[in-house]
C-alpha cells in the first residue's frame, strides 16, 4: 500500500475484465499529504507512470487539446500538484489512444461570445458540424451510442437540457449574481427537469458539467484497456459513479473511504474538510 498526495480519495469499479479506477481531485489544496511517513515526491503522477507500461487509458479533467487551433488548453495550471501533473501529460499525450483529456466545459464555454450557440449546435445535431474537435468528441460519442441504449437516452436528455437553457438565456430572465455557484450536487443530473430555482449561471454550470461527465462515461465505456484511470474533480467523481452504477449497472468494488452521499445529493462543502489529505493507493 502507497500513499499518494495529489487526490483525496478513490473508487475502483469492475466491467467484466476492465477496471475503472476514479481518483477524486481538490482543486484548492497547495499540498494534500502529511506526515512522517509520506513521501513528498509520492504525487499522482508517480502512481499513472507505474501503470504507462501496462495496458492502461487515463482520462484527464482541466485540460483539453484542440486540433482546430492545435494546442493545449490548461485550467488551474499554477497549482502545485497539477504543474507535476501537467509534466507527466506533456511527456505522453502524443500517445493520443493513452492520454485523453475530456474537459468539454474549456471548449464549449463560451455562452459570452457573439457564436455562443455554434459549438454546441453542432455537437446536438441542430446545424452541420465543421468544427474538427466537436467532430472528434461525436465521434466517441456515437461508439458509446452504438452499444448502449442508455447511452442515448442520457445524451438526447441533455440536448433537451440544452435547448431549455437557450430559452433561458435569450429570456434575459433569472441572470446571475456575482456569488452564483452551486453548493450541492444532485447527481442523477442531466436525467431530471431543469430546475426553476437555479440561475442562469447555475444552469450552464450544470449543462457543461454534465456534458463533460457524460463524454467522461462514454470514454469509460468504449474503452478497450485492463485498467482505465479517471482523474476529475471530486464532485464530476461522485456524479460519474453514481450513474455508472446506477444506470450501467457496473460494479463497484472499492468504495469511497472519506466521502458518503446521501441519497441522490452531494453537499459540495465536505470538499473544504479534505485539505492535507492523500490516498492509500491498493494494488488491483
Not at 38 to 43: A, I
Not at 110 to 130: A, H, M, R, T
Not at 198 to 221: D, K, M, P, R, V
Request: proline share 4%.
Amino acid at each position: 500500500m502507497d500513499l499518494y498526495s495529489g487526490a483525496i480519495d478513490y473508487m475502483v469499479y469492475k466491467l467484466e475484465s476492465k477496471y475503472i479506477i476514479i481518483l477524486l481531485d481538490n482543486h484548492n489544496p497547495l499540498t494534500y499529504c502529511s506526515g512522517s511517513n509520506f513521501d513528498p515526491k509520492s504525487n499522482i503522477d508517480i502512481l499513472f507512470e507505474s501503470f504507462i507500461s501496462k495496458k492502461s487509458i487515463f482520462v484527464l479533467e482541466e485540460l483539453v487539446q484542440t486540433q482546430q487551433e492545435e494546442k493545449s488548453i490548461v485550467l488551474y495550471p499554477q497549482t502545485p500538484h497539477l504543474v507535476k501533473y501537467m509534466k507527466f501529460y506533456t511527456k505522453y499525450k502524443s500517445n493520443k489512444n493513452q492520454i485523453i483529456p475530456v474537459d468539454l466545459r474549456i471548449l464549449f464555454d463560451n455562452f459570452s461570445q457573439p457564436n455562443k450557440y455554434q459549438l454546441l449546435d453542432e455537437l446536438f445535431g441542430i446545424i452541420p458540424c465543421v468544427n474538427v474537435d466537436v467532430n472528434t468528441i461525436l465521434s466517441v460519442i456515437t461508439m458509446a451510442c452504438s452499444n448502449n441504449s442508455k447511452f442515448i437516452e442520457h445524451f438526447e436528455s441533455l440536448k433537451t437540457r440544452y435547448k431549455e437553457l437557450k430559452i433561458i438565456i435569450n429570456s434575459n430572465s433569472n441572470k446571475c449574481s456575482e456569488t452564483s455557484y452551486l453548493e450541492q450536487i444532485y447527481l442523477n443530473y442531466p436525467f431530471e427537469p431543469v430546475s426553476k430555482e437555479l440561475n442562469e449561471c447555475e444552469h450552464t454550470e450544470q449543462l457543461l458539467s454534465g456534458l463533460f461527465e457524460l463524454y467522461g462515461i462514454a470514454q469509460i465505456l468504449i474503452a478497450k484497456s485492463k485498467y482505465v484511470f479517471v482523474y476529475l474533480g471530486a464532485s464530476h467523481c461522485i456524479s460519474i459513479g453514481w450513474i455508472l452504477e446506477k444506470y450501467y449497472q457496473i460494479r463497484k468494488v472499492k468504495d469511497l473511504d472519506k466521502f458518503k452521499t446521501n441519497g441522490s445529493i452531494f453537499n459540495l462543502s465536505l470538499l473544504d474538510k479534505s485539505t492535507k489529505s492523500c490516498i492509500k493507493f491498493l494494488p488491483i
